[in-house]
């Protein structure tokens, strides 16, 4: 068993992440004591459905100060009603999971008017694998819990493609037409790393553009994908740039479009950007690396890029993203470029190697470990 990062909060906490990526048995395994409710369970769920005050009758005979897990709880959003009143009435303590925020937001949910943490659950990330992180591996086949512990890791990707479909998807009614989200999926997955280009999305998908914009928005709200917005600066905010698209795991992205085979130089550039991207956004979700915005650098008229600008308070990281050997001055235009941009503090490229150096011109090359180590850090 991996111990995953996230730290138990002491107060009721929702706990959001993907289908996989070891929700349950994490709050499983930290909360042992406490009563388990699974809405997964049909014949639960039908009977809260049908009649809540069941929900409430239970929570009626645990002990005052107690524990209780509500796991996939946006499946009947309107028990947090009930959630709500064991808090104040009971002083329970709950942790309510689920994989999809959709439906707690449409259902006009409050969240308990801030009574419970938010809380993120990622897949598994490298310094929690340990010993055990492949680099290669975590490119080729992300890094899901259940797929990790997989002893056939491309037949269960596929298998949770078709799972999200179905359980997601389909038994959730997000969509009404299941065939056009179908075609729409992998080419979805084949802008992982790069802006988003909706109408080319709505003509190869065969749906109209605001159906791809809604289907996008789905991706997001079940915690499959992110967007990384362009960085802005203040006194040019008409040149807005189109947002990157990320999906949080690079092995689930590969099995929606349907290539799980070993990842040639081009693809693993992207796929190690996103890996890049996800431990970064996970950094500031649980607390270790910080920051207050995060964003990608392009800006009009400027034939260069750089992967990553991350601000605190005024201050500026630029990071580039890398699948060398061994970096090139070719490989620093981006953050050559970026010099000029106001309280730029550092410059960071990042390579799968493990020899550090430092520029003339100051700009840091660290190998991927060298990376890590300092994210846990703070950066």
Request: hydrophobic share 40%; proline share 6%; aromatic share 10%.
């Amino acid at each position: 068993m991996y111990k995953r990062i996230l730290t138990p909060p002491n107060n009721s906490f929702f706990l959001l992440g993907l289908r996989g990526s070891g929700k349950s048995s994490w709050v499983r395994e930290n909360f042992p004591s406490a009563k388990c409710i699974n809405l997964l369970n049909e014949a639960d769920y039908q009977r809260y459905l049908a009649n809540p005050s069941f929900f409430r009758d239970e929570l009626r005979t645990r002990p005052k100060g107690s524990w209780v897990i509500v796991d996939e709880v946006q499946r009947l959003p309107q028990l947090l009603n009930e959630v709500h009143s064991a808090i104040e009435e009971q002083q329970l303590k709950f942790a309510l999971l689920g994989s999809s925020a959709r439906k707690l937001r449409q259902a006009g949910v409050n969240l308990l008017g801030g009574r419970a943490y938010m809380r993120t659950m990622y897949p598994f990330l490298p310094q929690e694998l340990g010993a055990d992180f492949s680099l290669q591996q975590t490119l080729r086949f992300g890094s899901l819990p259940l797929i990790i512990t997989s002893e056939l890791p491309q037949e269960q990707l596929q298998a949770y493609v078709q799972l999200y479909l179905k359980k997601e998807i389909q038994a959730e009614a997000l969509v009404r037409n299941l065939g056009g989200f179908a075609r729409f999926l992998p080419i979805a997955a084949l802008f992982h790393g790069q802006s988003i280009n909706i109408a080319g999305i709505a003509r190869d998908s065969g749906v109209a553009r605001t159906t791809v914009e809604g289907y996008l928005k789905i991706l997001e709200d079940t915690l499959l994908c992110f967007r990384l917005p362009g960085y802005e600066p203040r006194l040019r905010v008409k040149e807005r740039t189109h947002p990157k698209w990320y999906w949080i795991d690079g092995g689930v992205a590969r099995a929606a479009k349907g290539v799980l085979s070993p990842p040639g130089p081009e693809e693993q550039g992207m796929l190690f950007e996103g890996l890049i991207a996800m431990l970064l956004k996970a950094g500031n979700d649980l607390k270790y690396c910080e920051y207050d915005a995060l964003s990608y650098w392009s800006p009009a008229g400027v034939d260069s890029e750089v992967d990553f600008v991350m601000e605190r308070g005024s201050e500026k990281i630029a990071i580039e993203v890398k699948t060398v050997r061994e970096p090139q001055n070719n490989h620093l235009k981006g953050l050559r470029t970026i010099t000029k941009l106001p309280k730029l503090c550092r410059r960071i490229l990042i390579y799968p190697g493990d020899k550090d150096r430092t520029t003339n011109d100051g700009i840091e090359i660290l190998g991927f470990s060298s990376f890590l180590e300092q994210l846990n850090s703070g950066l």
